[in-house]
Nanobody, 125 residues
Framework: QVQLVESGGGLVQAGGSLRLSCAASGATLSTYQMGWFRQAPGKEREFVGVILKSGGFTYYAASVKGRFTVSRDNGKNTVYLQMNSLRPEDTAVYYC??????????????????WGQGTQVTVSS
């Protein structure tokens, strides 16, 4: 059974940075497409970014492109989300997710097979 555990969330001022981590057990993350999603209060869970298992290509939502970076450390079996220039509208619970395939679209929640429990990120103005 694949288990994903996020960490690194917290409270930060606008303009600041945070790095979220997603550590896995029961699976080798390099064999999965790894995505990050977020969910703000009263809103649907939305795609943030993804790193593909082949070639390490990354893709991002327009709202975070240029500010957020997804990376992976295969030796540590961990995926990261580096968040810079944070804004109050980035406040949400952030989730990592693993997919065996993204043939149904990496932006879609239903594509992912396993999810972490989430970590809260709060950006104050």
């Amino acid at each position: 059974q694949v288990q994903l555990v996020e960490s690194g969330g917290g409270l930060v001022q606008a303009g600041g940075s945070l790095r979220l981590s997603c550590a896995a057990s029961g699976a080798t993350l390099s064999t999965y497409q790894m995505g990050w999603f977020r969910q703000a209060p009263g809103k649907e869970r939305e795609f943030v970014g993804v790193i593909l298992k082949s070639g390490g290509f990354t893709y991002y939502a327009a709202s975070v492109k240029g500010r957020f970076t997804v990376s992976r450390d295969n030796g540590k079996n961990t995926v990261y989300l580096q968040m810079n220039s944070l804004r109050p509208e980035d406040t949400a619970v952030y989730y990592c997710a693993a997919a065996r395939s993204v043939s149904t679209g990496y932006q879609h929640r239903g594509t992912y097979d396993f999810w972490g429990q989430g970590t809260q990120v709060t950006v104050s103005s």
